[in-house]
């Protein structure tokens, strides 16, 4: 897993697909219920992976993602009742996850001096056009530090121009490199508008390493999911 060493009491941890139970195309550590797989060896990948930030699975909020800009405070335990791209909790010991297989994991954490709090969103190419950074930010307020997760890359994430247009119109001409589209990039300077300052940014693209990274563009289905987990200590 990967540690974003966050400015506050927080635990923030990015899943690789190493180091579960998963079998096949799920090998090994999916964290995603609906990817088909079996769902016991699902819930055991995410008591690992709740374990390695010291949270209880039991407590382990997650949203149903539909490539949105909904974000919700979390209830311990609410695993998908509500349909949204983002949770954010100020409590302390509730884990939260966003799960992703491509699309950009993202974590934030106030860091202003106020009550702890993190969020964590799943930020497709629709969610972060459409302004789940901003949601995301404004539901925490102050000030925020940031991590971009593991996702797909400039080097690998070809797009059309239905898609390159809108992206171009709003984060320039340099978003794009050729045909293929720096999701990474525009995570960033959504962030920037945002206000946030300090900007952690992993670049591992998820469909150049399959020994690392579950990944729908290079897989398809069946395939699995990683994500990012995140607590207030």
Not at 3 to 14: I, L, S
Not at 70 to 99: F, I, K, S
């Given at each position: 897993?990967?540690?974003?060493?966050?400015?506050?009491?927080?635990?923030?941890?990015?899943t690789t697909r190493r180091g579960g139970v998963s079998e096949g195309p799920y090998a090994s550590l999916n964290l995603g219920r609906k990817t088909g797989d079996d769902v016991d060896r699902v819930?055991?990948?995410?008591?690992?992976?709740?374990?390695?930030?010291?949270?209880?699975?039991?407590?382990?909020?997650?949203?149903?993602?539909?490539?949105?800009?909904?974000?919700?405070?979390?209830?311990?335990?609410?695993?998908?009742?509500?349909?949204?791209?983002?949770?954010?909790?100020?409590?302390?010991?509730?884990?939260?996850?966003?799960?992703?297989?491509?699309?950009?994991?993202?974590?934030?954490?106030?860091?202003?001096?106020?009550?702890?709090?993190?969020?964590?969103?799943?930020?497709?190419?629709?969610?972060?056009?459409?302004?789940?950074?901003?949601?995301?930010?404004?539901?925490?307020?102050?000030?925020?530090?940031?991590?971009?997760?593991?996702?797909?890359?400039?080097?690998?994430?070809?797009?059309?121009?239905?898609?390159?247009?809108?992206?171009?119109?709003?984060?320039?001409?340099?978003?794009?490199?050729?045909?293929?589209?720096?999701?990474?990039?525009?995570?960033?300077?959504?962030?920037?508008?945002?206000?946030?300052?300090?900007?952690?940014?992993?670049?591992?693209?998820?469909?150049?390493?399959?020994?690392?990274?579950?990944?729908?563009?290079?897989?398809?289905?069946?395939?699995?999911?990683?994500?990012?987990?995140?607590?207030?200590?």
């Open positions: 897993m990967i540690r974003w060493d966050a400015d506050g009491p927080y635990e923030v941890v990015f819930d055991q990948n995410r008591r690992l992976a709740c374990a390695e930030i010291g949270a209880d699975a039991a407590r382990l909020a997650l949203n149903y993602q539909v490539h949105s800009t909904l974000v919700y405070r979390a209830r311990a335990g609410a695993r998908g009742a509500a349909q949204g791209d983002g949770l954010w909790t100020d409590e302390p010991a509730l884990p939260v996850l966003a799960l992703a297989a491509d699309c950009l994991p993202i974590a934030l954490a106030r860091t202003n001096g106020a009550a702890p709090a993190v969020c964590v969103l799943h930020a497709g190419r629709i969610g972060l056009l459409d302004g789940i950074v901003q949601a995301g930010v404004g539901a925490l307020e102050g000030t925020v530090a940031a991590a971009i997760g593991p996702a797909i890359g400039p080097c690998c994430y070809e797009v059309g121009e239905e898609v390159a247009g809108p992206y171009r119109a709003h984060f320039g001409a340099a978003i794009m490199q050729g045909s293929k589209l720096d999701l990474w990039q525009a995570a960033e300077r959504a962030l920037r508008e945002a206000g946030v300052a300090r900007i952690d940014r992993f670049d591992l693209c998820t469909a150049c390493n399959p020994a690392l990274f579950f990944s729908h563009r290079r897989d398809g289905k069946p395939r699995g999911v990683q994500g990012v987990v995140a607590r207030v200590c």
